[in-house]
């Protein structure tokens, strides 16, 4: 992930990549000759060269990094999960307020061109349906399949339901790591609005999909490759159109928002606060999976 980064912030020409800094020697050093930033020999250094920063490491370092560049002054995105427990989500969100900074969490779906095109035709959700696929990788094992990849959609689906939610039904199993790797959840809200969400590392496949149903029309969308339906009734028959969606980069979306958040001091598409909010119910779906085995 953070190889990405550097290679997108070296292509964006609204802000100077000025340097890198990566625990593994090799990595830091390969970076900086092929995207052209300084290879910072310590966290300290790099602090001291930059106005802000992407974080893209292990979930359990997140905290420490994040807070020692908010208390320097400096303005950051951090990669999704915020951090590994909602405490130190809610510090950082409050030290960033405290100082006015911008703190962004790199919920990059909702940088996806298909979740502009959702937007634009929802009304009121009744029920919601979202898989998200992969096959195994050590990356990401430090943490459970829930934090690892279902905090994506719990983000999204907090973003368009907004009711409180009234209960949780949770199930999962570890297969090839310590943690949960393949998870279901079954979230219902007061407002009546139900969310099954899906979520496995262990498949043969990639996808990411959401299915939403409203009162008026159902909309189908694929994340992966940015492309959607959405079916309506019209008299007695069921009418089929595709959605118009302009094909695009979210990882690159997402970085250019920041720099311009970080510029103009605008609000983040996806905040601290909204992001421990998505941090919270994927501890609670965690610890009631966990529960049960």
């Not at 290679?7 to 340097?19: Q, V």
């Not at 250094?45 to 893209?56: K, N, T, Y």
């Not at 159902?218 to 959605?243: M, P, T």
């Amino acid at each position: 992930i953070g190889s990405n980064h550097a290679r997108l912030y070296s292509e964006i020409r609204s802000a100077e990549f000025t340097a890198v800094y990566d625990v593994d020697p090799i990595s830091n050093r390969t970076i900086a000759i092929k995207f052209g930033p300084t290879p910072a020999k310590s966290l300290d250094e790099f602090i001291g060269l930059v106005d802000a920063a992407s974080i893209a490491t292990p979930t359990n370092t997140h905290y420490e990094i994040a807070r020692s560049l908010l208390a320097k002054g400096k303005h950051v995105l951090v990669e999704k999960p915020i951090t590994d427990n909602t405490e130190h989500a809610a510090e950082l969100a409050d030290l960033a307020a405290r100082n006015e900074l911008i703190l962004q969490v790199g919920h990059v779906e909702r940088f996806n061109p298909v979740l502009g095109a959702l937007e634009k035709n929802l009304t009121h959700p009744r029920f919601i349906e979202a898989h998200r696929l992969s096959p195994y990788s050590e990356r990401g094992t430090d943490i459970g399949v829930v934090l690892d990849l279902m905090i994506h959609d719990l983000e999204v689906i907090l973003h368009f339901v907004r009711s409180p939610l009234w209960s949780i039904d949770a199930v999962g199993v570890p297969v090839l790591s310590k943690n949960e790797d393949i998870a279901n959840v079954r979230l219902h809200f007061e407002d009546g609005c139900v969310a099954n969400v899906t979520a496995s590392r262990i498949s043969p496949e990639r996808m990411r999909k959401i299915r939403i149903f409203q009162e008026d029309a159902y909309l189908s969308l694929d994340y992966q490759n940015q492309s959607g339906e959405i079916y309506r009734r019209v008299g007695k028959q069921i009418w089929r159109d595709r959605v118009e969606i302009e094909h695009q980069e979210p990882l690159k979306l997402q970085l250019r928002s920041f720099i311009e958040c970080a510029s103009t001091g605008r609000q983040p598409r996806v905040s601290g606060s909204q992001a421990t909010a998505a941090l919270e119910l994927a501890v609670k779906i965690t610890q009631q999976i966990t529960s049960r085995w």
